[in-house]
C-alpha cells in the first residue's frame, strides 16, 4: 500500500488490518498472519492510521482523518466490509478535526479517538454512534491508549512533549507525564 501508518493484530492474531494513508490512494489491507498474504484490499475515501478490533473479531474500526469520522467494518473469513460510520463533524473542507488513534474497550461499546488537527478525546458510544464525552487539548494528539483494568486513557499529546492520563469514564485529566519530541 502506499504510505502505510497504522497496523492493527487481532486478537486471535490471525488477522492484520494495515492501514494505508497515502496521498492519493487509501487502502485498508487485510492480512493472513499465517499465510502471510494479502488477502483482500478496500479502497477507503479518507484514512489516517488508527484501528482497533471488536474483542470477538467479528468488526473493527478506521480513522477517517479529514473525512472526521470512524468507519466501522464488519469482519469474517479474511473478508471486511463497510458498515457504518461515526461523525465527529462535517466533512473536510467544512471543519478540520482528523482523528488518528483509537482504542475500543473488550465489550466493545465504548471507543477512544483522538484528533490532530482540531485536538480532543473522543469517548464514542459504538452502539448507538455518537458521541458521548469530548476532552479538548491545546496542542495536536496522536494516538491514544485505553487501560481497562485502571480506567485510564493515555494520551500521546504530539505537539506537547507530554502523555496525558485521563479517567475513561468522564475524561477528567489526572496527570500529565513529561517526555521527548512528538510522543507516538
Given at each position: 500500500?502506499?504510505?502505510?501508518?497504522?497496523?492493527?493484530?487481532?486478537?486471535?492474531?490471525?488477522?492484520?488490518?494495515?492501514?494505508?494513508?497515502?496521498?492519493?490512494h487509501?487502502?485498508?489491507n487485510?492480512?493472513?498472519?499465517a499465510?502471510?498474504?494479502?488477502?483482500?484490499?478496500?479502497?477507503?475515501?479518507?484514512?489516517?492510521?488508527?484501528?482497533?478490533?471488536?474483542?470477538?473479531?467479528?468488526?473493527?474500526?478506521?480513522?477517517a482523518?479529514?473525512?472526521?469520522?470512524?468507519y466501522?467494518?464488519?469482519?469474517?473469513?479474511?473478508?471486511?466490509?463497510?458498515?457504518?460510520s461515526i461523525?465527529?463533524?462535517?466533512?473536510?473542507?467544512?471543519?478540520?478535526?482528523?482523528?488518528?488513534?483509537?482504542?475500543?474497550?473488550?465489550?466493545?461499546?465504548?471507543?477512544y479517538?483522538?484528533?490532530?488537527?482540531?485536538?480532543?478525546?473522543?469517548?464514542?458510544?459504538?452502539?448507538?454512534?455518537?458521541?458521548?464525552?469530548?476532552?479538548?487539548?491545546?496542542?495536536?494528539?496522536?494516538?491514544?491508549?485505553?487501560?481497562?483494568?485502571?480506567?485510564?486513557?493515555?494520551?500521546?499529546?504530539?505537539g506537547?512533549?507530554?502523555v496525558?492520563?485521563?479517567?475513561?469514564?468522564?475524561?477528567?485529566?489526572?496527570?500529565?507525564?513529561?517526555?521527548?519530541?512528538?510522543?507516538?
Open positions: 500500500g502506499d504510505f502505510p501508518l497504522g497496523l492493527s493484530l487481532s486478537p486471535s492474531k490471525k488477522s492484520l488490518i494495515v492501514v494505508n494513508s497515502g496521498y492519493y487509501q487502502t485498508l487485510i492480512v493472513n498472519v499465510d502471510q498474504v494479502v488477502k483482500q484490499t478496500l479502497t477507503i475515501r479518507k484514512s489516517w492510521m488508527g484501528a482497533a478490533w471488536g474483542s470477538f473479531e467479528d468488526y473493527f474500526f478506521v480513522t482523518g479529514n473525512d472526521n469520522k470512524v466501522r467494518y464488519g469482519f469474517q473469513k479474511d473478508s471486511a466490509w463497510f458498515l457504518n461523525k465527529l463533524a462535517e466533512e473536510a473542507p467544512a471543519a478540520y478535526i482528523s482523528p488518528t488513534g483509537i482504542s475500543i474497550n473488550s465489550e466493545g461499546d465504548k471507543i479517538t483522538v484528533s490532530r488537527i482540531a485536538p480532543a478525546l473522543y469517548k464514542l458510544d459504538a452502539f448507538s454512534n455518537t458521541i458521548e464525552k469530548v476532552l479538548e487539548f491545546p496542542t495536536p494528539l496522536y494516538s491514544c491508549v485505553l487501560d481497562e483494568e485502571r480506567k485510564f486513557v493515555y494520551v500521546s499529546e504530539w506537547n512533549e507530554k496525558t492520563v485521563v479517567q475513561s469514564d468522564d475524561l477528567s485529566r489526572v496527570k500529565e507525564i513529561a517526555v521527548g519530541n512528538h510522543p507516538s
